[in-house]
T-cell receptor
Framework: GAGVSQTPSNKVTEKGKYVELRCDPI?????LYWYRQSLGQGPEFLIY????????DSGLPNDRFFAVRPEGSVSTLKIQRTERGDSAVYLC?????????????FGPGTRLTVL | SQQGEEDPQALSIQEGENATMNCSYK?????LQWYRQNSGRGLVHLIL?????REKHSGRLRVTLDTSKKSSSLLITASRAADTASYFC??????????FGKGTRLHILP
């Protein structure tokens, strides 16, 4: 596609529910990142994929968070037993390779609200 | 945790003036990037400067990097209303994880 897309753009859920957030990276980009951004803060790193494998998941806050990228393109961020503190904008980015020397292209984000 | 720290946190200037934002970081880096974000969504990459570079230009943007002081600055010349946004610096910290600062909120006054 022309850019990184994320769905849904907005998600409202109740505390304790399960949610899935989807990211479609730019075609051909091997690296995919998930970030979380709270109001007034910068994006906070969650997890990085190189191809199908999670190269670094050290930013996932706890075991309620999980992400997959089974075919090396689309990725899904899964949050179990959501809590009000999970409310944030979840951003996805992709790049041609590692971000050391490659620009990241960001999607518009998914705004998650946990009531 | 956030490696980069921008200052000021907020900046208001008159249209046409130059805007300067600074970023400080803690650990060695391979490169430093600046991003712009409008309305809390959709970060846009502005410029990447490598650790062996000291200055880089792109249109009205000028970025400097001082690795000895672990700091960078972003200068926007001849500011326009459309430059109103939040600006973030991001560093790689020597691995593949990109760490963003908290950002500078820039407001261009008409």
């Amino acid at each position: 596609g022309a850019g990184v897309s994320q769905t849904p753009s907005n998600k409202v859920t109740e505390k304790g529910k399960y949610v899935e957030l989807r990211c479609d990276p730019i075609s051909g980009h091997t690296a995919l990142y998930w970030y979380r951004q709270s109001l007034g803060q910068g994006p906070e790193f969650l997890i990085y994929f190189q191809g199908t494998g999670a190269a670094d998941d050290s930013g996932l806050p706890n075991d309620r968070f999980f992400a997959v990228r089974p075919e090396g393109s689309v990725s899904t961020l899964k949050i179990q037993r959501t809590e009000r503190g999970d409310s944030a904008v979840y951003l996805c980015a992709s790049s041609l390779g590692t971000p050391n020397y490659n620009e990241q292209f960001f999607g518009p984000g998914t705004r998650l609200t946990v009531l | 945790s956030q490696q980069g720290e921008e200052d000021p946190q907020a900046l208001s200037i008159q249209e046409g003036e130059n805007a300067t934002m600074n970023c400080s970081y803690k650990t060695s880096i391979n490169n430093l990037q600046w991003y712009r974000q409008n309305s809390g969504r959709g970060l846009v990459h502005l410029i990447l400067i490598r650790s062996n570079e000291r200055e880089k230009h792109s249109g009205r943007l000028r970025v400097t990097l001082d690795t000895s002081k672990k700091s960078s600055s972003l200068l926007i010349t001849a500011s326009r209303a459309a430059d109103t946004a939040s600006y973030f610096c991001a560093t790689d910290g020597g691995d593949d994880k990109i760490i963003f600062g908290k950002g500078t909120r820039l407001h261009i006054l008409p």
